[in-house]
Structures are given as structure tokens and as C-alpha cells.
């Protein structure tokens, strides 16, 4: 009788343990928040002391369906103490069920079916509202400017020395007699500063056709040759000269470097030119050629984007477009209204980042500073006007 009574009591203990563990409750299922439509999110609520429970939760497990009455199959799983999980098997469009089972050491517990829960696109990611809020500002300039370019008002442009002396340039070596000398460099004509290098060509182009001076340009890619012969041509049209261009003029040398700036230099002492314009990408040739132009005694116009070679054009050439002045050459010699004001908007941009990160290098600064002095007040309003700024 009492071996009865102890198996009984034995037996209505592992009862009470079985019963111990229970499921997870509140779960909710819903599409992951600016995303493709890939994932749905998955939450659920833990028991208020999960380590008072007389059976050891080892985590829980996901089961996921297609319909409430399918078959769930796993997908994941996540240890004890988690309360959420993000399935990114999913597919856009489809209805999916789930089921959270607790899984302790020797039992589990399986929730209700929740759902119907579907994955979708959405159109715009929140997190990303600032380029968004850039992107309105930035297009809202450029259309402005634009129209006030159309309308005729006189939008400033600084100065840049090297554009204004091409005149000055291609005038001289015109008195001397001289021919005058043009080299993209090393650039392909996927480079966009052999594409503004372009523009500055037929600018030369058509001050040479002007005066009668020779132009030679000699090329290392012939891809690029082919676009210079078609913009060369086009501007000795432009002022009635058609038949002072010379398709033998803007030729090929090579595609090896230290070939390519042996060529040149070869070509500047024979021919001697009065002028010489390096606009273009550039790479350890640019000295080798430079010095070459400066021993002749030819007036040189360098530009590059390449920072490497930027002091080796500065220290040999008399004037040097440095960076983004190759880039906006286009806009500066031809007054394009559509140019013009892309222009004059991208800059006021640029200027805006700049005073932004500024001024956020200052409130990083003063941050510090007032932590190290350790006043509350002072601190607890920093804080305050620090995360308005982020969360609003």
C-alpha cells in the first residue's frame, strides 16, 4: 500500500513538472517595416520569471504554414530569454501562419496558430527620410536656378584663371607661329574628366580655327581620338574654318605609358609649340611631359583630378585646374543656362554639408566639453536639444 501510494505521488510530481512549462503568449506576427517585401517579424511575450520555473527553458521554437490547418514546419530557432525572431524566407504576397513552441530539457509547449500574415513592398524606407528631404532641396535649387539662368540673370561663378588664359594661350602661340598642343593624358572616354576635358577641346578648338593656328593632339586611347577628331572637326566649322582642319593632327601614339610620354615629348621639341594644354587624367607621366613643355618655353595649361600628379602640374605649369574646376569647365566657357544652374544649385548644396558638418563638429565639441566639466543642468539641456534634433 505505500509502495502504491509513492509511485502515485511520483507520478503526480512529474505531472506537475510536465505541466510547468507553458507556451509563449501575445504573439504577433507582421511585415518587416522598409523592406522588398522579404521578411515578416515575429514577437511574443516571456514568462514574467522564466527562471523560477521548475523545467529549464532551452529556447523556442518556430514553426511556420502556409494555411491554419497545414502542416508547420520549422524555420528557426531562438534561445531562452529572446521574444522575437525575423523570418526572411519568406515570399511577397503569401499568406503565412505560425506557431511558437517552448522547448524545455524534457518537455514543450506549442501556441495557437496565429496569422494570416503577408509580406510586402514598401514604396518608400522611413529610415531614409533625410535623403529624401536632400533630394527635394537639392532638386527644388537646380529648377530654380535654372529658370532664373533662362530668364537671363547673371548667376556668379568665380573666377577661374586657367579658362580665362586659353584665349591668352592660343593668342600667343599664334603671334609666335607656332602650333599648340593638346593631351587628355592617360583618361578613357568613360572618365568623366575626360568627358569635361571634351569641352574644353572645342573651346581651343574653335579659338585656333579662329586665328589659323595649328592644333595637334596626340592620343593614348583610340577610342577617345575618335571623339577628339569629331569635336575638333566640329568646331573649325563653327567659325566658317572647315578647311583648316587637319584629321592627321589629332592622332594616335600608344596605349603604353612611358611610349605615350615619349611620343609627346618628341612632338614638343620638334615642333616646338607655343602653347600646351595637359587637361586630362594623369599618372607619372605628368612630370616627365610638364618639365618637357617648360624647357621649351611654351605657355602650360594643366588640369587633372588626379591628386597625385596635382603638385607635380602646379610647381612646371602656369596655371592648374585643380579637382572639380575640370568638372564644371563646361559650364564656365559655354554659359548654358540648363549648366549654369545645375551648377550654381549643386554648389549652395555643398556649401549647406559643409556648414552642417560644421556645425555637428562643433556640438560633438561642445558635448565633451561639457561632460568633462560635469554640470547637470548644462549637460541634461544638451541631451535634451541632441535628441530632438534625432528623433524630433
Same mark, same amino acid.
Given at each position: ?42 514577437? $511574443? ?39 522575437g525572431y525575423s523570418d526572411t524566407g519568406v515570399k511577397t504576397g503569401t499568406a503565412y501562419y505560425y506557431k511558437i513552441k517552448a522547448l524545455g530539457l524534457s518537455d514543450s ?13 514598401? $514604396? ?19 529648377? $530654380? ?39 587628355? *593624358?592617360?583618361?578613357? #572616354? ?8 571634351? /569641352? #574644353? ?18 592620343? $593614348? ?41 615619349? *611620343? ?10 607655343? /602653347? ?29 583630378? /588626379? ?50 558638418? /560644421? ?9 565633451? #566639453? ?23
Amino acid at each position: 500500500m505505500k509502495k502504491m501510494t509513492a509511485m502515485a505521488l511520483l507520478l503526480l510530481a512529474c505531472c506537475s513538472l510536465s505541466s510547468a512549462l507553458e507556451p509563449p503568449q501575445d504573439i504577433q506576427a507582421a511585415d518587416a517595416p522598409n523592406d522588398e517585401g522579404q521578411a515578416i517579424n515575429l514577437s $511574443w511575450s516571456l514568462p514574467p520569471h522564466p527562471e523560477a520555473s521548475p523545467v529549464p527553458l532551452k529556447g523556442f521554437q518556430i514553426l511556420r504554414a502556409e494555411s491554419p490547418d497545414g502542416e508547420f514546419k520549422e524555420i528557426g530557432f531562438v534561445l531562452a530569454g529572446k521574444s522575437g525572431y525575423s523570418d526572411t524566407g519568406v515570399k511577397t504576397g503569401t499568406a503565412y501562419y505560425y506557431k511558437i513552441k517552448a522547448l524545455g530539457l524534457s518537455d514543450s509547449a506549442e501556441s495557437q496558430a496565429v496569422g494570416p500574415a503577408t509580406a510586402t513592398a514598401q $514604396w518608400f524606407d522611413t529610415s531614409r527620410a533625410n535623403v529624401l528631404v536632400l533630394t527635394i532641396i537639392l532638386t527644388f535649387l537646380l529648377i $530654380w536656378y535654372i529658370e532664373r539662368a533662362k530668364k537671363g540673370d547673371q548667376l556668379y561663378i568665380r573666377k577661374i584663371q586657367g579658362l580665362d588664359a586659353i584665349d591668352e594661350a592660343v593668342g600667343r602661340s599664334t603671334e609666335l607661329g607656332k602650333p599648340v598642343l593638346y593631351s587628355f *593624358g592617360l583618361g578613357e #572616354i568613360r572618365d568623366i574628366v575626360t568627358v569635361a576635358s571634351l /569641352a #574644353i577641346l572645342r573651346q581651343v578648338a574653335v579659338r585656333c580655327a579662329q586665328h589659323g593656328t595649328e592644333l595637334l593632339v596626340p592620343n $593614348w586611347d583610340p577610342i577617345v581620338m575618335a571623339a577628339a577628331q569629331e569635336t575638333v572637326q566640329q568646331a573649325y566649322s563653327e567659325p566658317g574654318r572647315p578647311d583648316l582642319y587637319k584629321e592627321g593632327n589629332v592622332t594616335f601614339l600608344t596605349s603604353d605609358q612611358f611610349g605615350y610620354a615619349a *611620343g609627346v615629348d618628341g612632338m614638343m621639341l620638334r615642333q616646338k609649340p607655343g /602653347a600646351v594644354f595637359f587637361l586630362g587624367y594623369f599618372y607619372a607621366e605628368a612630370l616627365l611631359m610638364s618639365e618637357t613643355g617648360h624647357s621649351i618655353g611654351a605657355i602650360q595649361i594643366a588640369g587633372t583630378t /588626379a591628386i597625385t600628379q596635382l603638385p607635380f602640374f602646379i610647381a612646371s605649369c602656369d596655371y592648374t585646374l585643380i579637382g572639380e574646376e575640370m568638372l564644371a569647365a563646361s559650364c564656365y566657357l559655354k554659359r548654358d543656362p540648363q549648366l549654369l544652374g545645375s551648377l550654381k544649385g549643386e554648389d549652395l548644396v555643398k556649401a549647406f554639408l559643409i556648414w552642417g558638418f /560644421a556645425l555637428m563638429s562643433l556640438w560633438a565639441t561642445l558635448g565633451i #566639453i561639457l561632460q568633462k566639466n560635469g554640470n547637470p543642468a548644462m549637460i541634461n539641456a544638451f541631451n535634451f536639444i541632441r535628441d530632438w534634433f534625432i528623433t524630433g
